[in-house]
């Protein structure tokens, strides 16, 4: 009478653990997904703006280059 209760349980045991594998499973599949996705997008993103950003790195180094003539074309504080 104990040992088929007892298997009952261990059954029961058995069942839930598989189903705890298999959910833990799922969610590492899920958020390996995820992750690829976000990289994806992230990689797709820079792909697509990268001329955009060379255009602004671009002018900044310009304006960057032409700070120095601007301050010899301002007058000198008087201190």
């Not at 599949?29 to 955009?52: D, K, M, N, T």
């Not at 950003?53 to 000198?76: C, F, V």
């Amino acid at each position: 009478m104990f040992e088929s209760e007892e298997r009952k349980i261990l059954l029961e045991n058995n069942r839930i653990l598989h189903k705890l594998l298999s959910a833990q499973r799922w969610a590492t599949f899920w958020s390996i997904l995820r992750w690829l996705i976000i990289i994806g997008l992230s990689l797709g993103a820079y792909y697509y703006l990268q001329p955009y950003l060379d255009k602004l790195l671009a002018t900044y180094s310009q304006i960057a280059n032409q700070i120095p003539e601007l301050k010899g074309l301002l007058p000198a504080k008087p201190f």
